[in-house]
Nanobody
Framework: QVQLVESGGGLVQAGGSLRLSCAAS????????MAWYRQPLGKERELVAV???????NYADSVKGRFTISRDYAKNMAYLQMNSLKPEDTAVYYC?????????WGKGTLVTVSS
């Protein structure tokens, strides 16, 4: 059974930094793309950043220049380094991965940015 588990969320002041981690576990052949989404309270889930198998990345305009997505292929992990955080970054952050042709989601980790 494939599982994604996020960690690293918490409370931070505006201007601060956090690093989220996503660990994939279970039995599988290959992880293709990995991504981070977020869902602010009462709003729809939105794509934050994505990294494909070759390491190419894309970001939502709202986080460009502040967030960096990366992967550790050997450890089956993805990371989201978040700098210069703003109150509007407050949301539950979800890890997503395309594994052996199927999409998997973590349960999310809450990031709260205080002003």
């Amino acid at each position: 059974q494939v599982q994604l588990v996020e960690s690293g969320g918490g409370l931070v002041q505006a201007g601060g930094s956090l690093r989220l981690s996503c660990a994939a576990s279970g039995s599988f052949f290959r992880i293709n793309g990995m991504a981070w989404y977020r869902q602010p309270l009462g709003k729809e889930r939105e794509l934050v950043a994505v990294i494909n198998l070759l390491g190419s990345t894309n970001y939502a305009d709202s986080v460009k220049g502040r967030f960096t997505i990366s992967r550790d292929y050997a450890k089956n992990m993805a990371y989201l380094q978040m700098n210069s955080l703003k109150p509007e970054d407050t949301a539950v952050y979800y890890c997503n991965a395309r594994i052996d042709g199927r999409d998997y989601w973590g349960k999310g980790t809450l990031v709260t940015v205080s002003s």
